[in-house]
């Protein structure tokens, strides 16, 4: 992922799990930056192809949360961010990390 802006409206947080995860009922795009409070958003999970930074990640393999406000990227620093999926109370898989640096 390339450098976001501070405040930028529009931007996408992707995860791509590879697999066939459209049976989860719940998708939460965990946002961190390096100072402050962890933030959570609800994400999807698109049932179409997407090309992203070259790559096509397949449909319901990944979640995507577009950021909404000036308020979803409001520090200018280093950040990361994950996807947590709900299957079920028994059944809950969370992502790697990726990180990304947010310019003022």
């Given at each position: 992922?390339?450098?976001?802006?501070?405040?930028?409206i529009g931007q996408l947080l992707i995860i791509n799990?590879?697999?066939?995860?459209s049976a989860a009922t719940e998708a939460i795009m965990?946002?961190?930056?390096?100072?402050?409070?962890t933030k959570?958003?609800?994400?999807t999970i698109p049932n179409t192809p997407l090309v992203f930074n070259g790559e096509t990640l397949?449909?319901?393999?990944?979640?995507l949360y577009t950021t909404v406000s000036e308020e979803d990227i409001?520090?200018?620093?280093?950040?990361r961010y994950k996807a947590k999926l709900t299957f079920s109370s028994a059944d809950v898989r969370q992502s790697n990390f990726n990180k990304f640096r947010v310019l003022n």
């Open positions: 992922m390339s450098d976001l802006n501070k405040g930028e799990f590879g697999e066939d995860i965990i946002v961190q930056p390096q100072v402050g409070t959570e958003f609800v994400a397949n449909a319901d393999e990944y979640v409001d520090y200018a620093g280093r950040w």
